[in-house]
């Protein structure tokens, strides 16, 4: 519908055309290579990772890319998997918009020969190239795809992040607690942010909370850039607080919200967007607007840790330790398993991250140790999540809750933790 | 197929296994539940679920969001306690076992403040993410209170399902009409403003597809370009906005001088046909997006941090700096008017437009009107690439992208190489796309924008200032 989608989709139409082209020569011989590769015993673990280093979510790029490397720098130090060190090949999946850069990241790792996939973290682009990846017999696990639809959604899709319902119930009676009547969301149309819409909306509904904008069909364009008549609409309904469902559009929003005379101090943002906004906005302006975001707040040590590789955070860390321990349990399969090919991973996933039951550990090198002794393990990482469950999502999680202080830092309030619901 | 009859025996099998373990498991919870049977729930000032336990908590208001201190609140169940509401009207108990819970205030209480319930039914399940908290709220603002108890939990989720989405929509409706009058005035104006900006990246756009019948993709880009110019200035240099503005417009005059000598005036001597340049341009505005965004990175970019103070004129909400900005783009596209109608060079630079052969023979230097074009052009596009960036508070690598295709409808739309028709067109196209939200979803405001300009194609195929032109 939008004019802008079709330029990029005109682009994306052109660049496929080009890449189909360029792809001609090569596929057969690449075809014949992944079958063989793949199903065959190996020793060698080759990581591959898709991050999105541009684009929308490019900012959140930094966090996975440290985790990464800090995963990758572990199980090295802790002498590998199978003996052999880790290497890694990675690409920029950018977002959900350039389907093209999607596509060709995809095929750079896969030319790779990857044991096990990492990424992407937005659940549009894990839809634009799953299927590429794990027909392929490779398993891929995302850190960040929340979308509600894709828990069972293929035997080699694994996350470690738990799936929207759980999010969304705890963001909606977080709400519904505070004693909003009338909440209008902000919220951007795509995959993660009407999916997260749908399960807040139900649940504050339930508790008698009125939806006075944003309930279906007022969603903006993930590309918008000009966000002042959204702004007036919502300060036109008169809400008691918004909640606001987007990426990097957030601040542009939140400063169109202001000027449009909504009060920032009763603003609700979710995981994409609960971040460190320190340096975008004047002090005070969010204080007391709250958040959520999956998984445990990471420790100070972890993130001191992420800082050594030194890679640039940018004041997040969103997503760091989804994407580590996904790493982890990869590379613990793949030993457990006894061969660094997909399908040994893809058996051996649920295994390490204890759905069996097993010894806990908490490290590679503690888990590493226990599986040289033929002892069954259950890591436990830093997120804090429980075993996989049949769909591949995490059994149990936890949701973080945050409070923005004066300087417009998200600051740890509490944990909800429970159980991932199954049907 | 295969893969999944494949792994069904063996989820089974795994299962299966697991049995024994989730039976000692489920004997050690009810062993455990019997005296947490005893115990009574807690009042506490705040709930929060653990492992250990559920929450039964909400905040007590009459229906102005005034908050009710002091009333008493009964929970009675699987487990009861008693609590009075704090000074912020919120009240919480901790519960420990599962099960369904009834949760009362004193009806004389809801009477007094108009609550539409006393009593509502809520179910805990400590491990389910939806059920391990239950919100419970008297002054819920849907209709289909009149029940007044078991409106929460399975029960309602069916059977007031319909009710429930009708009040919303009842509501919707009705919001809908009243918001219409509170945001039309407000609409229309930040129409104008945005109409005001396209104006000016337009009115750039035009005059060089006025002389060189150039149709730029790249000029998006330079609107990008201007934009990032002056963030460098204030953000990284810390320079005074003015200052960085400046900047942004020399830095934007200084590519368009750069562009013309490197690459179209040499395009142009070898003749190269302009269905050409215009691949060349879309070329140049993909490099251009892409080199921003390994400078500059991913993210949107603030021009300024702080967020103006708003002041009321009549219906409208408005700050300092969108007043400027829009006088400023005014000022700049009736300069650039009269500069065409009433000076020597303007009327050179018409005089080649309309016909640049012609122009050549009675001597205008046709190259040296063509590169003060595509200088004035650039410093235009810059100009409101630095007024876009304060308006939307923000620019990106791509924010010129975004915006090109409606450049070229405003253009179109206004009539082709015309300066007051550009302005026209850029204010129709930004009236239409933020008024358009007072009746169809946001996400669709530019495909109405986009549906008149087929309309107006349609019946004045030359756009509203251009001129008629015989073919054949």
């Given amino acids: 519908m939008n004019i802008r989608r079709m330029t990029t989709m005109a682009t994306a139409l052109t660049a496929a055309a080009v890449l189909a082209l360029a792809g001609c020569g090569s596929s057969g011989a690449s075809d014949d290579k992944g079958d063989a590769g793949t199903s065959a015993k190996t020793d060698q673990f080759v990581l591959g990772e898709l991050w999105p280093e541009t684009g929308s979510l490019a900012y959140l790029a930094p966090p996975e890319i440290a985790a990464g490397k800090l995963a990758v720098q572990d199980i090295n130090d802790a002498g590998g998997v199978l003996g052999k060190d880790v290497t890694t090949v990675d690409a920029d999946t950018s977002d959900a918009d350039h389907a093209d850069q999607n596509s060709s990241a995809t095929q750079s790792v896969l030319s790779k020969d990857p044991s096990f996939v990492i990424g992407p973290a937005s659940s549009s682009v894990v839809k634009n190239v799953y299927k590429t990846i794990t027909s392929q017999k490779i398993p891929m696990l995302s850190m960040g795809a929340t979308s509600t639809d894709f828990s069972g959604l293929d035997p080699y899709f694994f996350r470690t992040v738990a799936p929207d319902s759980v999010q969304g119930a705890v963001m909606g009676n977080l709400i519904a607690q505070d004693g909003v009547q009338n909440l209008a969301i902000a919220v951007f149309n795509d995959e993660y942010g009407t999916g997260l819409r749908d399960v807040i909306v139900k649940t504050v509904e339930a508790a008698g909370v009125n939806v006075v904008y944003g309930e279906s069909s007022d969603a903006f364009d993930p590309t918008e850039t000009n966000f002042s008549s959204i702004a007036t609409a919502i300060k036109a309904t008169n809400p008691d607080a918004v909640l606001v469902i987007a990426f990097d559009q957030t601040v542009p929003l939140i400063k169109s919200l202001a000027s449009a005379g909504v009060d920032t101090h009763k603003l609700y943002l979710v995981d994409g967007n609960t971040s460190d906004y320190s340096g975008d906005f004047d002090a005070g302006l969010l204080e007391g607007s709250k958040g959520t975001i999956p998984g445990v707040s990471p420790t100070d040590d972890f993130v001191s840790r992420l800082e050594s590789t030194g890679v640039d955070l940018g004041g997040t860390t969103t997503y760091a330790a989804e994407t580590y321990d996904g790493i982890i349990l990869a590379a613990l399969a793949a030993q457990k398993g006894g061969s660094a090919d997909g399908e040994t991973i893809q058996k051996n996933m649920a295994a390490v991250s204890g759905a069996d039951g097993g010894e806990a550990c908490d490290s590679y090198k503690a888990c590493l140790a226990l599986l040289k002794d033929g002892k069954d393990i259950q890591y436990q990482g830093v997120t804090g999540i429980g075993p996989f469950n049949k769909n591949n999502d995490p059994s149990s999680a936890n949701i973080g809750v945050y409070v923005f202080d004066g300087d417009n830092k998200p600051q740890f309030d509490h944990t909800q933790s429970g159980d991932v619901p199954t049907d | ?472």
């Fill in chain 2, 1 to 472: 197929m295969e893969k999944q009859t494949a792994s069904f025996p063996r989820a089974r099998w795994r299962f299966l296994r697991r049995m024994p373990c989730l039976m000692i498991v489920a004997v050690g919870i009810a062993a455990m539940a019997v005296p947490v049977q005893a115990q009574a729930a807690e009042a506490v000032a705040v709930c929060n679920p653990t492992a250990q336990n559920g929450c039964v908590n909400g905040i007590l208001q009459d229906a102005g969001k005034q908050p009710v201190a002091g009333a008493t609140v009964t929970l009675s169940g699987a487990e009861s306690a008693q609590t009075t509401t704090a000074d912020d009207g919120t009240w919480a108990f901790a519960v420990e076992s599962d099960g369904e819970y009834t949760v009362a205030i004193d009806e004389s209480v809801a009477e007094q403040y108009g609550l539409t319930a006393s009593s509502m039914d809520v179910t805990i399940e400590k491990n389910s993410f939806d059920k391990q908290r239950a919100v419970v709220r008297f002054d819920r603002t849907t209709n289909d209170a009149a029940s007044g108890t078991d409106m929460q939990g399975d029960g309602t989720n069916s059977t007031g399902a319909d009710s429930d989405s009708k009040a919303a929509s009842d509501s919707s409706a009705a919001g809908f009409g009243s918001t219409i009058g509170a945001r039309f005035w407000q609409q229309l104006y930040s129409g104008v403003i945005f109409g005001l900006m396209l104006g000016l990246m337009s009115v750039g756009m035009n005059l060089v597809y006025g002389t060189t019948g150039l149709s730029s993709f790249s000029h998006g880009e330079q609107v990008t370009l201007g934009g990032l110019a002056c963030y460098v200035g204030t953000q990284l240099l810390h320079w005074p906005l003015p200052v960085s503005a400046v900047f942004a417009v020399a830095v934007g005059a200084f590519t368009g001088l750069l562009q013309n000598e490197v690459l179209w005036a040499p395009l142009r001597r070898r003749h190269v046909g302009t269905m050409q340049q215009m691949i060349v341009t879309i070329g140049l505005s993909m490099a251009m997006q892409y080199i921003f965004q390994f400078l500059f990175g991913g993210d949107i970019k603030g021009i300024t941090r702080s967020i103006p103070d708003t002041f009321d004129i009549g219906p409208i909400t408005t700050d300092w700096p969108t007043v400027i900005s829009a006088l400023i783009a005014i000022v700049v596209i009736v300069g650039v008017s009269m500069f065409l109608y009433h000076t020597r060079f303007g009327r050179a630079t018409r005089a080649v437009s309309d016909n640049a052969a012609l122009a050549a023979v009675s001597g205008i230097d046709v190259e040296q009107v063509v590169r003060i074009v595509w200088i004035l052009s650039c410093a235009l596009a810059a100009l409101s690439g630095v007024l876009l960036g304060i308006y939307l508070n923000g620019i990106s690598w791509n924010t010129g992208a975004t915006l090109l295709l409606l450049m070229f409808s405003s253009v179109t739309l206004g009539g082709l190489g015309t300066a007051n028709g550009a302005l026209v067109g850029s204010l129709v196209i930004g009236v239409m796309a933020d008024m358009s939200t007072l009746v169809i979803p946001d996400d669709m405001r530019y495909a109405s924008a986009l549906a008149i300009l087929i309309i107006v194609l349609l019946i004045r195929p030359q756009g509203i200032f251009g001129k008629q032109q015989r073919v054949g």
